[in-house]
């Protein structure tokens, strides 16, 4: 299917779990996250956006050719307050992906070859990708419940015994689903107010 306005939300609104600077800013190899997350998505810049809150000044006078928007609640929301901070109106293919996060370009491809309206990424070595990762980190981190490629369900509840792997913090919305999230613009549960992108996902499936 070809789509005639896609857009991606790059979610870079929280503050960094470790230091000062913004985690957008950060350098992996010499190549700052979110230079990594341009390259990979491979859109033109005006077909991205940026959610941003912490230290957002020092972000936009870097990418000033980028589109950006504030959360003005991120100290007290979730990534979905985030996300429906950008004008949607139009938009017929939507990739979302959190500001901390890695991925390459074939990924994108991938996600974007298929017509299902919701399409998660995630890691099936999420316990063996990191060095020493601490464990409280892997018992919240989002995790997925697969059966074959479906998704049963996503969440930070869902105990590392059942997790089939990690999501990833990169999701693709199309068709319907982009109706409830303009939707949800409009008048947002306070249930969604503080869940993270899973628990939206989870909510879209069932709605």
């Not at 503050?15 to 859109?43: C, F, M, R, Y």
Request: hydrophobic content about 40%.
């Amino acid at each position: 299917m070809s789509y005639t306005n896609s857009r991606c939300i790059i979610l870079g609104a929280d503050a960094p779990h470790h230091g000062k600077q913004p985690t957008l800013l950060e350098a992996v190899n010499g190549v700052s996250l979110i230079d990594w997350q341009l390259s990979a998505l491979a859109l033109p810049e005006e077909q991205i956006d940026l959610v941003l809150g912490y230290h957002s000044t020092e972000i936009t006078c870097r990418y000033s050719g980028i589109r950006t928007f504030d959360n003005p609640y991120w100290q007290t929301t979730g990534s979905v307050v985030s996300l429906l901070q950008v004008d949607l109106d139009g938009v017929d293919e939507l990739l979302v992906c959190y500001g901390d996060i890695l991925f390459r370009s074939k990924l994108v491809d991938d996600m974007r070859l298929t017509d299902d309206p919701i399409v998660v990424a995630w890691d099936s070595h999420w316990k063996q990708r990191y060095a020493d990762r601490d464990v409280q980190d892997m018992a919240v981190c989002e995790k997925v419940l697969l059966e074959a490629s479906q998704v049963l369900r996503l969440g930070n509840d869902i105990p590392d015994d059942w997790a089939n792997g990690e999501f990833i913090g990169l999701v693709r919305f199309s068709g319907v689903v982009l109706d409830h999230l303009r939707q949800l613009q409009m008048q947002l549960p306070d249930s969604l107010s503080r869940l993270h992108l899973s628990g939206l996902v989870e909510w879209l499936r069932v709605s």
